[in-house]
């Protein structure tokens, strides 16, 4: 069954950006420019195209268990906004933010004057654990990648939009950080994020039922702090999902 166009578009939009830049990028070291003007109309599509509905899934909603336990709110979720996380890149339309509340019966404040930055372990849900939200099948798996300081800071969220900017170039892998990427039949992949290096328990191929333990929370990827990024998406590939 061939996909509707809104999805087509989905599928290409960041594939198109990374090539315009590339293109762009060598016309400015090497001038070579192959794309010549239609480079930069190609990256004002692909950047126009991320905010969007193109990729947005409208579909029966799709029943699955809170992936932890204890006390956790929605720092960015559906409920507030879609997409919720500002662009529909990246299969995230629909994604939501859990930030584990502090163990001391306080609650989460987000963005802070000081200090600066943390270390993750000063965080209450560094090192939650992380559940299957539904039966599936492992389809990805990588937890190789360093859990960071924060950026929850005044000070420092301009260097997570920069450093965001950096990553991307480099592809999705280091946007998600460690992750884990769930089938769970029907076209409905589960992405896990921003997991703690070391962490995770399964690999590719495997099946886990839901409540089975995958991983714990870390602050890998593009993260301001210690959380859970939880999001249903269409294709086992962020980099070409729909939400």
Known sequence: MRAPLPILIARVRIPLLYAAVIDLITWRWHGVDPLGVAGWIVVGVAMVSMFLPFGQVRREPVIVRVPVLGRWIAANSPADRVPSHGVHAYGQSYAIDLVHEPDDGGTWKGARAWPPARPPRRFAGFGRPVYAAADGVVVRASDWQRDHWSRDSWLALPFLFAEGSVREVFGPRF????????????????????????????????????????????????????????????HRTPLVAAG
């Not at 950080?177 to 590719?204: F, I, K, M, Q, T």
């Not at 870390?218 to 702090?225: K, R």
Request: glycine share 16%; hydrophobic share 35%; proline share 3%.
């Open 175 to 234: 946007l998600l950080g460690n992750h884990v990427v769930l089938d769970l039949g029907g076209g409905v992949y589960a992405a896990y994020a921003h997991l703690r290096r070391g962490s995770v328990r399964v690999r590719p191929g495997q099946r886990v039922a839901a409540g089975d333990r995958l991983a714990e929370c870390g602050n890998s990827g593009n993260s301001s702090e210690p959380h859970l990024h939880f999001q249903l998406m269409e």
